[in-house]
């Protein structure tokens, strides 16, 4: 249970929807994408009964020949081969986990993903996975919620933008807008601190005051002290 706040979905209220029976319909519309791609997939299971299991759990898919068939398309979407459905998640890299859980994640067809930090665990390949994101979002015509603390990724992927500070949203703005006219001072900070290549010697502006503490925020701006 959520202890404050709401989600409202495609204008009906999520939470109370997902307790009625009617919930899995929208359970199959929101799919999600996690941080540690070690962490995220059973060991215990082969790749095809991790891509699988959405389908069944669904009841989209019952027949098994039918099932590799769709496990096989939803591998080859993300790059990767029908072949690897035999394979345990240890025999792939990072990379190719998270190209795993993006294939679970697409499995029931959703609209919108929401995406905590998927490439942040990644290195050399951050760039293929969201390259493979960034395509499935046009073949599908997919809502991404990307999560993310690196700005080259954010300006990469995003069509809007929100900035958090401290749990709350500071400032909302299309990704032009917020990246060359940001507003407001935590923005404007995050943004000063990403290393550019004319401004070599340049001195830092140091950030002054101290951090709230985040279980009794000031009143106003979190930001403000």
Excluded at 23 to 47: C, E, H, K
Excluded at 86 to 112: C, D, M, N, W
Aim: glycine share 8%; proline share 8%; with cysteine.
């Amino acid at each position: 249970e959520p202890t404050r706040g709401g989600l409202t979905f495609d204008g009906q209220d999520a939470h109370a929807a997902f307790k009625t029976p009617q919930g899995r319909q929208l359970r199959r519309r929101i799919q999600m994408i996690f941080q540690d791609p070690y962490a995220s997939l059973n060991p215990r299971w082969i790749v095809e009964d991790i891509v699988g299991e959405p389908l069944r759990e669904h009841g989209l898919i019952i027949d098994q020949a039918e099932l590799k068939t769709r496990v096989g398309e939803l591998l080859q979407s993300v790059g990767l081969s029908p072949l690897d459905m035999v394979k345990y998640p240890h025999q792939f890299s990072g990379g190719q986990r998270q190209r795993i859980s993006i294939a679970r994640a697409l499995a029931t067809e959703p609209e919108f993903l929401v995406c905590d930090e998927p490439t942040s665990a990644l290195d050399s390949v951050q760039a293929q996975v969201l390259n493979i994101m960034k395509d499935l979002q046009r073949q599908r015509g997919l809502t991404y919620l990307f999560i993310s603390h690196n700005l080259a990724v954010v300006r990469h992927v995003s069509d809007q933008v929100g900035v958090m500070y401290l749990g709350r949203l500071v400032e909302l703005a299309d990704k032009q807008t917020l990246f060359a006219n940001p507003r407001h001072p935590y923005t404007r900070m995050l943004l000063d601190a990403i290393p550019k290549m004319h401004d070599t010697g340049r001195a830092r502006t140091p950030v002054q005051g101290e951090v709230p503490n985040p279980l009794s925020p000031p009143t106003g701006c979190t930001f403000h002290p």
